[in-house]
């Protein structure tokens, strides 16, 4: 249902006003200049506010192809997360409401939806198996968490000694500066980072940097600085909305999802290897 809800371009339709009648293009107008009130108003209420009756109501809803009044509040919230991005659950705007665990588990699907396509459709299937194969031939591997990921890495490092693989939680150690001193030219470092920002003061990816291991990064978008360059990069959401900068939630989704790529990548090497 969300797939086809999140395709109607309620706002877009509404402007465009085509076959309205003028109780209905007055509606519009009243649904534009008002969402964010709207998607939480019963269909009593929108047509009480609006003044219009509610069939009126209906038959709009149902020319821009919403079945019920219920699928128009959700395809006009999707709308709302479309243009203005995560802002409607980092403020708790998406618990407001009269919303139903399912009408608030469809508007996650739908970011998590966003997430997945902007990360498949931006991977640059070269750049992926560099990473992969470097890894796989790495005689260490080191992982540094940088931002508000930490959780997301460990969970990632404990798939990866599944494989026998062992990483080293830079941030797990003491003594960074003598673990980051240890690191050999034979060796890989991967750098998760959930802000691409943080790069810019992250004295610890400074110190990383300095070793002659080859640096992957892993994070959302690149950094436009471009204080530092890593030998590979994964961005996992670089075609998404200005907002994810900013977003901790979507941020840590998109880098899991990255993560686990990359992950499964290493592990069908593996396998084939192993043929």
């Not at 999140?6 to 339709?13: A, H």
């Not at 969402?35 to 506010?49: C, I």
């Not at 560099?130 to 959780?151: K, P």
Request: contains cysteine; proline residues 2%; negative net charge.
């Amino acid at each position: 249902m969300v797939g086809i809800l999140e395709d109607l371009n309620v706002l877009e339709q509404l402007k465009k006003k085509e076959g309205f009648t003028s109780a209905e293009s007055s509606l519009a107008d009243y649904i534009i200049g008002n969402v964010d009130k709207v998607y939480r108003m019963s269909l009593q209420e929108l047509a009480k506010n609006s003044y219009v009756s509610k069939p009126s109501v209906i038959r709009l809803y149902r020319k821009i192809g919403c079945k019920s009044y219920r699928d128009f509040s959700i395809a006009l919230q999707l709308e709302k997360i479309r243009t203005d991005g995560s802002s409607v659950i980092e403020s708790g705007d998406a618990f407001t409401g009269s919303k139903s665990m399912r009408e608030f588990a469809e508007i996650i699907g739908l970011l998590s939806k966003q997430i997945i396509d902007n990360c498949i459709m931006a991977i640059n299937n070269e750049e992926l198996d560099d990473i992969i194969h470097v890894l796989d031939e790495a005689n260490r591997i080191f992982v540094y968490a940088s931002g508000d990921i930490e959780t997301e890495v460990r969970s990632f490092n404990n798939r990866m000694s599944m494989m026998s693989v062992e990483p080293i939680m830079i941030n797990d150690d003491a003594d960074q500066q003598k673990l980051i001193a240890s690191i050999q030219e034979d060796d890989v470092v991967i750098i998760v980072s959930s802000l691409a920002d943080n790069e810019t003061y992250d004295k610890t990816i400074e110190f990383i940097y300095e070793t002659n291991a080859l640096k992957i990064l892993i994070t959302t978008y690149e950094d436009p600085n471009k204080r530092f360059q890593p030998d590979y990069a994964f961005y996992t959401y670089p075609n998404g909305n200005e907002f994810i900068r900013n977003s901790v939630s979507i941020s840590q989704m998109s880098l899991l999802l990255g993560m686990n790529i990359i992950q499964t990548c290493l592990l069908k090497l593996r396998s084939e290897k192993r043929g």
